[in-house]
């Protein structure tokens, strides 16, 4: 390797650490902002805090299933991927159309807190294997959660629309 290919590999080496702290820094901001607006179950549903751990995890699950049959019904273009977590889902949205620049995660997520008020967190935050996902949080109340999934069908048909 020659002097020139070191030094190139250092500078590259050096903003890939730049452009990590970044997305900490960002991840750090918007967990905040979800805390701020009312994200975390608590908040949102006081009574979760006489709920037992099974309790709780039975309405979550509930809270997935809901998702679930949504985007089935509503939003087929966007799977939910099949996982144990509580509340937090991986969205696919392969087969939604791809922007010109950037990630497609980064463009919906932007998009959809823009034109329809819904938090959902890019894929690519979680490197570059995530660039065609959206994160969804269900520790909310089933309300919350359908006005939010309503709101994101609202927001995926505008997306469509503008993008054709």
Request: aromatic share 6%; with cysteine; proline share 3%.
């Amino acid at each position: 390797m020659t002097e020139h290919e070191k030094a190139l590999l250092q500078v590259r080496h050096r903003l890939e650490e730049a452009q990590a702290r970044d997305r900490k820094k960002e991840r750090s901001a918007r967990t905040r902002r979800l805390i701020q607006k009312g994200a975390i179950i608590e908040s949102v549903m006081p009574e979760t805090n006489d709920m037992t751990l099974d309790e709780l995890r039975e309405y979550l699950y509930k809270n997935k299933q809901t998702v679930s049959e949504f985007l089935q019904a509503e939003l087929p273009q966007i799977k939910l991927v099949p996982s144990q977590a509580t509340y937090l889902l991986w969205l696919d949205c392969r087969k939604l159309p791809h922007p010109a620049e950037g990630t497609l995660a980064d463009a919906l997520e932007h998009f959809l807190r823009k034109e329809a008020g819904v938090y959902l967190t890019s894929g690519s935050e979680y490197g570059q294997s995530g660039d065609e996902f959206l994160r969804l949080n269900i520790a909310t109340s089933r309300e919350r959660l359908t006005e939010g999934m309503n709101r994101l069908k609202a927001g995926i048909e505008k997306y469509m629309v503008e993008d054709s």
